[in-house]
């Protein structure tokens, strides 16, 4: 059974982080909250999906008290990747290969205009990413990958990596657009409900690795 975390009021200090087009209010205040939550955690943090970067730099302005983690940021920079029959969606016809293309360079210009430190960026279809692309331990992940393969390839990656109580925030859960991230985390957590709790905050899956 999955269990619900109810939305609540959040303190006044993440009004500062509320410059997110990406994604809504409520979704960026649960991101940052949960990974405020896990900094004191052994581990680096990964966003698969980084887009722009708009999110990333709430990430970073995050983590600007906590040096001695870096974060990791992971994009094709060519847009969504074709979709499987379980992104099929009446709801999702503007989501298609090619769309949502970014460059690394509009990234590291929202890292450029706040004065942060640069990330680790690696460019890559998820799918051809090895385990060495990723930081060794990783306490906080952020997927956003839209589409089945994406999530299912992120998880993959980003799962053996997970430091106990460390947290794996997938987006557009819920979205009805997007199907293929639900069916991604569903599969996976079918076959890892031993290693992880599943909850669902603000429309997007949270997964929680257990202790031993």
Request: net charge neutral.
């Amino acid at each position: 059974m999955i269990a619900q975390f109810f939305d609540f009021k959040v303190e006044n200090k993440y009004n500062i982080y509320m410059s997110n087009k990406q994604m809504r209010d409520e979704e960026t205040q649960r991101i940052i909250q949960e990974l405020e939550g896990v900094v004191g955690l052994p581990g680096d943090v990964v966003e698969f999906g980084c887009y722009r970067g708009e999110t990333s730099v709430l990430l970073a302005e995050a983590l600007s008290n906590t040096p001695d983690k870096w974060l990791w940021l992971y994009d094709s920079f060519e847009g969504l990747p074709q979709k499987q029959k379980e992104d099929v969606s009446a709801t999702g016809t503007l989501f298609r290969a090619g769309a949502l293309k970014a460059s690394k360079d509009a990234v590291l210009r929202e890292f450029r205009k706040r004065r942060l430190p640069e990330p680790a960026i690696r460019k890559g279809w998820f799918e051809d990413l090895r385990a060495e692309d990723l930081p060794e331990a990783i306490c906080f992940a952020l997927l956003d990958g839209d589409f089945y393969s994406s999530i299912a390839s992120s998880l993959q990656l980003v799962a053996p990596k997970i430091v106990y109580g460390g947290i794996i925030m997938v987006h557009d859960y819920k979205n009805p657009a997007l199907p293929g991230s639900s069916r991604a985390v569903m599969d996976f957590y079918r076959n890892n409900r031993d290693l992880f709790r599943l909850t669902v905050a603000s429309g997007m899956a949270r997964l929680e690795r257990l202790s031993p």
